[in-house]
């Protein structure tokens, strides 16, 4: 896994317990992978003016440890697998003073083209998955 995205919790991100809510961490994931896809250059950006765009389809989080008010979590992201017009990611979000693993799970994204239809996912992105990574993802 590539640490790609740090960020320090805020108030508003606390339940009345004074732990992370646990619907955050599916936003912490979301810039995560927003991260991953800027350090392979493939940015938001990018990805319209190539034509296509992701959506996620599946997320799955196991909660491990919680995490307060100004911890720092540092996500990290590898990508699993790549199919047609498929990519599923692993995540795990750790604190940062301690590193205990606070969430793990997993995100898939459908590639789809202008119009939402599901597409195929270019070679060049495959490509720059497997440069960054040192690996390459499983085929789904």
Not at 37 to 55: F, P, S, V
Not at 69 to 90: A, C, K, P, Q, Y
């Amino acid at each position: 896994m590539h640490e790609v995205y740090e960020n320090r919790v805020r108030f508003a991100e606390t339940d009345q317990q004074g732990v992370v809510f646990y619907g955050e961490y599916v936003t912490y994931q979301d810039e995560a992978t927003s991260a991953f896809l800027r350090e392979i250059g493939y940015d938001y950006t990018t990805l319209i003016e190539n034509e296509w765009d992701i959506h996620v389809a599946h997320v799955d989080l196991d909660y491990r440890s919680p995490a307060f008010f100004e911890n720092v979590i540092v996500n990290s992201l590898r990508v699993e697998s790549i199919g047609h017009s498929s990519i599923t990611f692993d995540y795990q979000a750790r604190r940062s003073m301690d590193d205990t693993v606070l969430v793990e799970g997993h995100v898939t994204h459908v590639a789809v083209d202008d119009t939402g239809t599901p597409t195929r996912i270019p070679d060049t992105f495959r490509d720059a998955v497997i440069a960054f990574q040192d690996e390459p993802p499983e085929s789904a």
